[in-house]
């Protein structure tokens, strides 16, 4: 006759060192059996030392048990009458429920981890991540326009490896995801811009330091790993001393291996919900004081006059009147590092950026978030741009993009279409508003299981081998520029120049 | 003068040997008019014994009695003081709201048995079934997609016939619709695999069975009649042994005619829904037990590490690493029943597996209902698309589509477009969450009843005559793939290869 | 020194014999300036009598009423003791507010019709009005397409004279607007089909009666004006006799100027809304009796088992078998009225109607209000659809349309098209369940009014004169059927025939 | 040691003059930095005299306080105890929130300003301006048309220098915005038409009076600038002696620089919202007046019958039958002034107008506001219709075009496309109802400053330098008529005409 167990003596057994599980009312050792169970050890481990009939039951063939067991494993019965009842699911009372951010792991993507961030953020900090220009059309159309790009899975590949690795101006990193320059990282989380510096070592992704951070490059790149790769952002100042000087002190940070210029936003955007989340508890105006400093400010300051918010403040003093012809040299003069311009949005500054080669290492595409022009095209729009008028551009450059990327999908669409790496602002930011570094490693963990999830499905090992053959971008092209192209006038300026 | 009678003499009179009915206070026999009513018998016996006058005026001209019925078929009058109050609806007590799912025929369409089954099934069994990748845009797709497709139907065709029945490699089925493989059947309803069997065998409906049914092939094949037609799913283990015992045990079962190879999902997609359901009420985690597991898997293993849902836990021990080369021949080796190949989404892959007959003797384009890639193309798609590159493919092997079918027009729109046979995997796990073997059947009753309306309109009689001049699919012509095609190279390949 | 009236003597002056108002305190008799008055003297005239400063003040620019009046038309002051206080808006009693429909000419659009006579009208009648197949996307459609065509207004076209006035078979209407074919009237309205013919009689609009109208064919135009025009539709019985007896009837009918045999619904569309509403408080199902009467039934009447609703009640009895070979004839014997062929939707159809001359003298392309296979193209595409394919029909036969028509410019956009006549169903049935007799004259009155506006600011005086060069049909132009046409395949079998 | 202060002393320092701030407990005169701060010196005078550690805490990278200012500028520290208790922000009194409309200042973009003015105006005045006809699909496409158009930012262009004048009709103006005629200004605010002009002539901007204004002309160019300019819009009167007196008048008065011939409403279009707004409150009708007048009305003026709202009331009179022939010559020889048609929305009659310079200097496209016809093309439309057609157009006159503007990127947009001058309605009236002059002074200020920032972000210096290359009009080239275009007829016609 079997023999007949409390259940207190089954519930020892729970480790996989020995495992029982009550099935049925009977006591089984399974702990033999745990390397082979189809659905992996750890959900039998979750039950082990409990009964597991109910969630066994429905899931599982009948006789299905006697099949994989030995008969041996049949220990005996469970005395019914040991076992805990059956209760209500307890409230959880409301102390557990309102205290703190829900554990990372528990948010699956990128829309949680905003959500999160949102509660836990000043009204401040909020609107100056959030916000975008105008009606936040650019904005939208900058997520959405990957959702209307469909991929084409291959099957009967062996995508048994998978490998984000990749090479950004010849320095090997783990993934093609970077860390677009963003300002004011601590108004987030007191953690900043070193707490993103934190969680970037962890996968060997690359950051961009803002002209604006709300820590110095020092203090960010202080616990760098050895070969842990940053840039550093800069927004030219009226007074070109201040910028002379930071590029002097950048030149002598070994873990910033060049410098990104950016040109989406010679002047602010305007950000609504900015300046409006910046008056929330504002004090009142001091117009007499204010009136007096206006007073003395000329055409340039003038242009940024409004109170604004977060985001027009700290473009004041920088310089409207960058070009081609003069801020080039004076930066590639005051450093040696490899120049990457930021913000272009045509084919045609694509064409014109690969034709200062060799101090223009690169190039991002990006509409700045959607934070300066309203319906500026998507990254997507001027990859497709520069496809159609002058591929050459991919051969001479390196093509990297930002904006509106939520899911491992978008990443590797845009890879797909010729980027060589693909930056995330606003999710770097709410990842630290939701959890400090730990939000960071998730943001950063959650893109990177989704890259390579969608890499193994359309049947691809390294982001080497992604390429236009694995999407469909037909509803797109019907959206793609089509006008009259400056490419001839360009080539003729620079052919009389060379 | 004319008879009086009591209305409960009138009431006696209620079955079609003997039907009165009051009409303006007079009481008519209209036992011998029942056959020729255009309105049918049926809708007078509703109101046999009764006072009809309500129901009867608003929609027959005045006059029309006196028409259609002799003189003697008037009685005689009614008398009003026997004839019962008209009262208030009864408000129905709670307990007749609450207790169980409605009637079957009073569902009419795959949306009310989802809202059934949804309040019927547990969580668990809802988000699993529910649940799809990322942000659920290829399930929707699926759906729309058919929606986008006009029909054209042709007038004054006699559509008196019409038939559903079809042959499917070779063997005669009652019609063009099949049971998808899907798992887990009886998470959703005790009747399981073996009842969706039960429902298949009333409409000479194939079934094929997952590699993760919750019943043994035994089981579910058990009371088949005797011409039923049932496939089965094979998801190859990383363990061959254990692949080759389970293709030893389906060669033996008579009953099952084919063997479906899963290529769709070599690693799992990400179910949000089915992540979370899944913890709703789960025990906590035991980390230390689980870490210790942990510890000891291998790279593949690795991939399913996350705890993730029912669906997570099913993949555990896939092979990821199937090739055409390899897996292929493996397989025909281990099986004489035909080949059908699961999953395709491109016309290189549908190309290649027409270069693979005779083994291959069929493929289903499917994207898993979009549970494993999002944005993967519908089924729809990948059969333009092969119209487009390789029209070929359909001759030489049977092409049968999956995913978002919910009208009997979306059927038959399949069907125009190339496709042999077309799969429902949620709504017979619908079906039978809402209803158990009757769900399974009102499913399967609704769609075909749908589709031969829908092929009687467009004036067709059988499967066999739908065709591309049925329908208009101008609006996604503009959304197929136009990019570089594989064909060459593969072409080169095999070329090489013979 | 100024007269000083009380307010009660000024009050007697409100008509157009002797108009004063007070304006700004002072008394002024306007009853010489009434018909010079650029915004008409009906506004003078509602304020006669009474202090109009308030309404007056705003819109008029100051001192343009001594510009316009002669100084003894200031009569004097008024006393202010003696003028009403001015009072809160008294609440409306609820027995005000809730008593019957609103005033017709309250009602300004198609919606507002329909909202009230769905108030109106009880379950069931709503349900058969309101209800389209499957999911309503083609009844949906059809009210979108005409949405989705820009007018091209023209200037400086004198547009005086617009004039509605059409020919149809050669006889003269008021309009080119008709009412279809629609059951049931008598469900939404005691005043019924007949109510409906009342209407059209004062717009000398066409009216369709109905093969299930719920009164007589000689009781709908019992009333008609000499030269009203109205058709009479035909469902073709499998019981013939029936058919033949009813058109015997017809022929001698004066008022019946044509026949419309009914094509787009050999079978019932799935109307659920019909289906449901059409169970709202019935009585309990009576199996037993029913059972005996399903047993009985054969293959084509199996066809419309299901109880369903009013709909599928009606097509009890209608012959799913016609053809162009044997029905056509048979019905051309049978009368000597000219024959209209309705529910044609593809080119192909129209096409052989065209060779049908001269018995057919004209085609409806309708799908039915959306009400019987959902997903079939609205009339605008099959117009577009002939005049890519076939233009040569319009100049065979008359080409009428209907569904989806709810503004004037739908109207004129048709007519632009190519249609002769635009057919209105639902609308003319919730006018009458609106208010009776009067609703339907309102429907019809603003489908007038705005038709003629939209002539107007066309340039446009005669419907004759529309034409494609009015609309911008670019959007649509997409949608079009590109597939294979059947015109050849037809084009031979009736170069055989003859 | 450091010297202590009490907190009421550093108040005192709050001016630009004597600086102080609290930060980390410390007291620092920043006076010296205030023109150094790269955020500008404001941001520190709203904090000056204050605790700023909270606001400067999260934004400054730590240390940098040190680096910016000398040693000497930290004073000491400040006696914690006397600074004020963080309170909660008090809730403000609800006599405070109710007061009044807002500040102009916080109203940010033109929804915030309609939201306001539809809070602060009349439900007649409400009713009138927000109205237009039928479904609104045109009022609504007006604007969604220019957020389908895409910007083409361009980088590296020094966008210092940016200005918005420009020249129309030889004149130099402020801006190529200006308020387009709407009638009955004072039914939104009393400062009226005058208002707006006062608000224009702070902008340099032109004003187009109605001829419905709720002011006199000469009223509303009282007090304008020197150089300020006018148009003057005219509906040509039934009773032509009216409009000829009218003229005589307007051609006295110097300010008004040329006249508008409105073409686009010879019948006043169906302002649903217009005719219900008009009713509420109205007295009730008064049939047995009305009755006798409508009874003298001939066919014109019924017409206008219906009771109808403000805009039907302001159409009683107009001359519905205007001709090229007749008319033109007739205004021209009554005045000097150049003549600007308004409402052309076809190529063709923009190709016409061509070729009736020089009296006519120009045109305006207009739907009016989607106010007459709807589904009629929004100007955006025509402007590619003519681009498309008969782009000389453009070279023999100037092209202005209204309805939608509601960003200065849609300012920007239509002049990219060859338009000259921009008009704006609703806007300028809901500025208007929203804060009288200061609302029509935010409004233009709003678009002024939205357009030079979405120039300097285009790289684009001047009004004149705009063009086809910065914008992708891609999707609404697929919407662009392509059918039969009457230019041939009309070169025919004007060819046998000279």
């Known amino acids: 006759m079997a023999k007949v167990f409390d259940a207190a003596e089954v519930a020892k057994h729970n480790t996989p060192d020995s495992c029982w599980v009550i099935l049925y009312g009977k006591v089984y050792d399974v702990t033999d059996f745990l390397s082979e169970h189809p659905g992996g050890s750890k959900i039998i481990l979750k039950l082990a030392g409990k009964d597991a009939t ?30 805990p009842k059956a209760q209500a699911e307890p409230v959880p009372s409301s102390s557990e429920v309102t205290e703190g951010p829900p554990p990372m792991e528990s948010l699956l993507n990128m829309d949680d981890i905003e959500q999160v961030a949102t509660k836990n953020v000043s009204k401040k ?44 101006l010849g320095r090997r990193l783990g993934m093609p995801i970077y860390v677009s320059p963003a300002a004011m990282a601590r108004l987030g989380h007191p953690a900043g811009e070193a707490g993103i510096a934190e969680a970037c070592r962890s996968f060997g992704a690359m950051q961009i330091i803002s002209n604006n951070a709300s820590m110095t490059p020092e203090q960010i790149v202080k616990d760098a790993a050895p070969n842990q790769v940053f840039g550093w952002q800069i927004y030219v100042q009226i007074d070109r001393k201040k910028s002379e000087a930071m590029l002097a002190r950048i030149n002598k940070l070994k873990q910033i291996k060049f410098i990104v210029l950016t040109l989406d936003a010679p002047v602010p955007g305007k950000r609504e919900d900015d300046e409006r989340g ?22 340039t300051s003038r242009i940024n006059r409004s109170s604004g918010g977060v985001g027009k403040q700290l473009f004041a003093g920088t310089d409207p009147s960058l070009t081609w012809k003069e801020t080039l040299p004076w930066l590639a003069e005051r450093t040696n590092l490899p ?44 990859l497709m741009e520069i496809r159609k008028y002058c591929p050459e551009v991919f051969d001479r450059l390196e093509v990297w993009v930002d904006g509106g990327i939520r899911r491992g999908t978008d990443v590797v669409k845009a890879l797909c279409l010729g980027a060589k790496a693909v ?76």
């Open 339 to 382: 120049i990457i311009l930021k913000g272009l949005q045509t084919h045609e500054d694509a064409y014109i950026a690969s034709l200062h080669t060799p101090q223009v290492k690169g190039i991002i595409l990006s509409n700045h978030g959607g934070r300066a022009l309203d319906t500026a095209p998507p990254a997507v729009h001027t």
């Open 278 to 299: 910046n008056t929330v508890g504002a004090s009142a105006p001091v117009p007499s004081a204010t009136a007096a400093a206006d007073s003395a400010e000329d055409e």
């Open 423 to 498: 930056g995330i602002g606003r999710p770097a930011l709410w990842g630290l508003g939701a959890g400090g570094v730990e939000g960071v490693k998730r943001t950063l963990q959650i893109l990177a299981d989704e890259s390579k999830t969608c890499m193994r499905l359309l049947g691809v090992e390294t982001v080497d081998d992604l390429g236009p053959q694995h999407i469909n971008t037909r509803l797109l092209e019907q959206q793609i520029y089509n006008g009259p192209s400056g490419l001839e006038s360009i080539r003729n300026v620079f052919r009389a120049k060379l």
């Open 54 to 83: 109910e969630e066994y039951d429905p899931i599982h063939p009948p006789g299905i048990l006697e099949e994989n067991l030995k008969p041996e494993a049949m220990l005996g019965t469970v005395n019914p009458d040991t076992l």
């Open 125 to 168: 900090a909020w609107a100056y991540y959030y916000s975008a220009s105008d009606d936040k059309i650019s904005k939208r159309f900058n997520t959405e326009v990957y959702r209307s790009i469909i991929l084409r899975p291959r099957v009967f590949i062996d995508c048994t490896k998978c490998d984000l690795e990749t090479k950004l």
